[in-house]
């Protein structure tokens, strides 16, 4: 790399932390010495940590975020990430504000130690060991026996967006602590408290023992578990945890202990086999099976989006309201309506870059979202009130001649094609065209690779040349893919969106 002088002052972090502590204002040094802290797990030992927590915890009311007052002045953003980047390495020590988010106890609650915690992995994820991280109190992990592969570590917190690039904060940028499980015994602090959980490396046929010190029972229940019910409810009464962590067979569940304190193993039971009935759904309609469990934290503030996909799903708080619609476990709504946005992001982890091209990242989803509506809630896909939402904006497409370009910028119109083959053809056909992509697994290099394969194997699982109709649309369909279908037959299609323009309808 090319020397510049300039950049001297950054080699080291103890250079930044002087400045920073000869002027605690600075925000350039203050954001060098958090952020080092936080993403590059620097050796703290030699820093003076009394100082920097000083510098912590006399921030001003402007750079400690909350829901009620977000931050948005983007100095008071930068110094709220730098301050954070420090709470993230100090020890016994308890963010301000964290009452708003995460949440708090009002009373020091009952810590226990020498707990035992064993799990059996064959999938990379997070499991819940079933206690909770006070903030500002050290804990300390055991290893008693590991076996398979190396690579465990041990998080603190299921909040694990970091928001250090949003134009706004509403909870502290970064208050989930991930650390390698190295050696015989660690000891971690966390300034913002949350669950705790061991997260397992890639590969099968991994276990680990370990003991906890000084953590609190928190609420957790699994569908698979022989002795739910009387753990439901010894945890019930006697967890103080302020987060839950609720599992079925193929989804996992996080939400405000608070949340879900009221209801019975029964009714968790019931919402459990629903969401295991849509992570089943969407893999059979791909034709896979669950290689682990997904998850949904809801969250403060997710990192984009109202909802947005990964492992974990994240989502706002307002699904966590007991008398709320929107509540993740009012069984009642969820059978009769469904949930398009969870359906949705659990539909983004299914896709497939083979048949998902340009424009269609917020398309090929929705297969998934309309067949679980449909074979779950009952609802016809081609019925369905979104889509009935997008007739008035998709009569002027197809009126103003169909431009592909717009298509692509349009999810609610580019569903409807889809939702088009599904009335025609049934989901059948739809689960063997995605099980061909499965088996050969093609290599497509381009856009148009992908959208010829497509319309190729669709139409071969069918027998009738689909061209007609994807030409309506708008779709460049390839000279060498209309003669490799020339000798299919045309299916007779109509409906109202084709009946705007039939002359259209050709090849």
Not at 150 to 165: F, P, T, V, Y
Not at 433 to 455: A, C, G
Not at 468 to 496: A, C, M, N, Q, R
Request: with cysteine; proline share 5%.
């Amino acid at each position: 790399m090319p020397f510049q002088l300039e950049l001297i002052q950054f080699k080291n972090i103890h250079h930044a932390t002087q400045k920073l502590v000869a002027d605690p204002t600075d925000i350039e040094s203050l954001c060098i010495v958090g952020g080092a802290c936080k993403d590059l797990n620097v050796d703290v030992s030699g820093l003076p940590i009394d100082i920097l927590k000083n510098i912590a915890m006399k921030a001003e009311n402007e750079v400690i975020p909350s829901n009620s007052c977000p931050i948005q002045d983007k100095c008071c953003r930068q110094k709220s990430n730098g301050l954070c980047g420090i709470l993230c390495v100090l020890t016994s020590t308890k963010a301000p504000g964290i009452a708003n988010f995460p949440g708090d106890f009002s009373h020091p609650p009952v810590t226990e130690t020498h707990v035992i915690f064993h799990i059996e992995s064959n999938a990379n994820e997070w499991y819940c060991t079933g206690y909770y991280a006070v903030a500002g109190i050290p804990i300390q992990i055991d290893v008693l026996e590991c076996m398979g592969a190396m690579g465990w570590s041990i998080r603190i917190g299921c909040h694990s967006d970091h928001l250090e690039n949003c134009e706004e904060l509403r909870r502290w940028s970064c208050i989930s602590i991930n650390k390698p499980l190295v050696g015989n015994s660690i000891q971690m602090s966390s300034a913002f408290g949350g669950l705790i959980f061991l997260q397992s490396p890639n590969g099968e046929s991994n276990s680990i023992t370990v003991r906890l010190h000084h953590v609190v029972l928190t609420l957790t229940y699994d569908s698979m578990d022989p002795n739910r019910v009387a753990n439901w409810q010894h945890r019930r009464h006697h967890a103080r945890g302020l987060w839950a962590d609720i599992a079925g067979q193929h989804i996992v569940l996080n939400l405000p202990s608070k949340s879900l304190r009221h209801l019975k193993s029964t009714q968790l039971d019931e919402v459990l086999l629903f969401w295991d009935s849509v992570v089943l759904a969407h893999h059979e309609l791909r034709g896979t099976k669950p290689k682990h469990r997904e998850r949904i934290v809801c969250d403060e503030q997710p990192s984009a989006g109202y909802m947005h996909s990964g492992y974990p799903i994240v989502t706002h708080m307002d699904v966590t309201d007991p008398q709320s619609d929107k509540f993740l476990f009012n069984i009642h709504v969820l059978k009769k309506k469904g949930w398009w946005g969870v359906f949705h992001e659990l539909g983004h982890n299914m896709q497939r870059d083979w048949w998902t091209f340009d424009g269609t990242g917020e398309v090929t989803v929705n297969i998934f979202t309309l067949h679980a509506m449909n074979i779950i809630c009952h609802i016809q896909p081609w019925i369905h009130p979104w889509l009935e939402e997008q007739e008035s904006n998709t009569r002027i497409y197809i009126e103003n001649g169909c431009n592909f370009d717009e298509w692509k910028d349009d999810p609610g119109i580019g569903l409807i094609i889809y939702a088009q083959l599904a009335r025609e053809y049934g989901w059948e056909t739809y689960k063997q065209v995605f099980r061909q992509y499965e088996q050969t697994q093609p290599y497509l290099d381009s856009n148009q690779e992908k959208m010829d394969h497509w319309i190729e194997i669709f139409s071969r699982q069918v027998g009738y040349n689909l061209i007609p109709l994807f030409k309506f649309w708008g779709f460049p369909v390839s000279k060498s893919t209309v003669e490799v279908l020339h000798g299919l037959d045309v299916p007779k299609i109509t409906d109202k969106f084709i009946e705007i323009a039939p002359e259209r309808y050709r090849i």
